[in-house]
């Protein structure tokens, strides 16, 4: 299905990654916009962001994925705001009956009761701490979160129970919670990693529409380094054929600005993403098309995406292991080839609560 048939000749899309709208993989029907004629004779209507709440049941999520670094993460939102078209999270919209494409950076959810669901987990009696991955699906400081505060809530209860967070964000809205940051440092309980995908503004505003610029991340990364907060620099995602060319450039920007550390992911095209980049793809570098897939191709066995564990990562294959090698090099020059510091875990506490019963002896 084409854009014209998801998306209303009349409506005005700005400063958004996908061009389409398509309903997500469970949906029996499509839905399709017949313009009545009004919002075209006014110039038409503006796309805007929508977010409703919704009162989760549990906020701590597990996982035994052998490619994850955490098994357990927070998502204080649904959806993202930014607007990245590779997003791999965008398929994560369909479960919830909207599009994996204008839907999940529209039509937000937001989870007011995330710091009081984290407190109680963390209470249960036989809570065992490990780091809590944040930023994982989608990131904790998108643009509603200046409002809603929902991550730094969040952050508070885990700066109470002393536990220990790693936090992954293109959004420098963290700097906010710099206060919270560092103090969870000195005591060993914080990582972050910023994600900066390329030094070109002009791409990454096509790319990610509605994150900050490549450069105020890096001042992102300076201002967190200058706290004393742990920083890796994340080249993800690397997209073969339009901004591989950079890694080492990255690389040697994020280690100006303080960076630490330096991780990298190829660019993962699962289920509903793959025909969003094509379609983005053919729009803003049409003469790129068939270059970029190929490569893609050429590492996931002649399909868009291979979901195999050890894979779906870095790929395969010629291509996949020059890349990697070109950052192992960039990264070992510039001092970045190192992993950040273990996170504590033996400061865990669970602070007293007014009503708790006190120990005889404690």
Not at 25 to 35: D, G, L, N, Q, V
Not at 90 to 96: F, I, M, N, S
Not at 173 to 193: C, K, S
Not at 260 to 285: C, G, N, T
Request: proline content about 7%; hydrophobic content about 40%.
């Amino acid at each position: 299905m084409g854009e014209s048939e998801t998306i209303p000749p009349d409506l005005r899309i700005r400063a958004r990654g996908a061009r389409s709208n398509a309903a997500g993989r469970y949906e029996a029907t499509e839905t399709r916009y017949e313009p009545d004629g009004w919002a075209q004779a006014v110039g038409g209507q503006a796309l805007t962001t929508h977010v409703t709440e919704e009162m989760a049941r549990r906020i701590i999520t597990y996982n035994r994925s052998p490619d994850l670094p955490f098994d357990r993460s927070i998502n204080p939102y649904r959806g993202c705001e930014h607007g990245c078209i590779y997003c791999f999270a965008r398929p994560t919209h369909a479960w919830l009956g909207l599009s994996p494409g204008l839907d999940f950076e529209t039509r937000l959810v937001a989870r007011p009761n995330a710091a009081d669901l984290l407190d109680a987990e963390l209470r249960h009696p036989r809570y065992v701490p490990q780091p809590m991955a944040i930023g994982t699906n989608t990131d904790p400081y998108q643009p509603i979160e200046r409002d809603r505060e929902i991550m730094r809530a969040c952050l508070t209860v885990l700066q109470r129970f002393r536990h220990p967070v790693a936090i992954v964000t293109k959004g420098t809205l963290i700097e906010r919670d710099l206060d919270i940051l560092t103090d969870m440092a000195a005591q060993g309980l914080v990582r972050v990693g910023i994600s900066v995908t390329s030094l070109d503004a002009d791409l990454a505003r096509k790319l990610e529409p509605r994150a900050p610029s490549p450069a105020r991340r890096l001042a992102t990364i300076r201002a967190l380094r200058g706290a004393g907060v742990p920083v890796r620099i994340m080249t993800s995602p690397v997209i073969p054929g339009l901004t591989d060319h950079e890694i080492e450039a990255l690389l040697g920007a994020a280690r100006e600005a303080g960076a630490d550390a330096a991780s990298w992911i190829m660019l993962r095209l699962p289920l509903e993403v793959a025909p969003l980049f094509k379609d983005w793809l053919q729009e803003h570098y049409p003469d790129r098309v068939n270059r970029v897939m190929n490569r893609v191709r050429e590492m996931h066995g002649g399909k868009d995406y291979e979901a195999d564990w050890g894979r779906r990562m870095r790929g395969s294959g010629v291509y996949a292991r020059l890349i990697a090698r070109r950052f192992e090099a960039a990264a070992a020059r510039l001092g970045l080839n190192r992993d950040q510091p273990e996170l504590r875990t033996d400061l865990f506490d669970r602070p007293f609560e007014r009503g708790d019963q006190m120990s005889l002896f404690g």
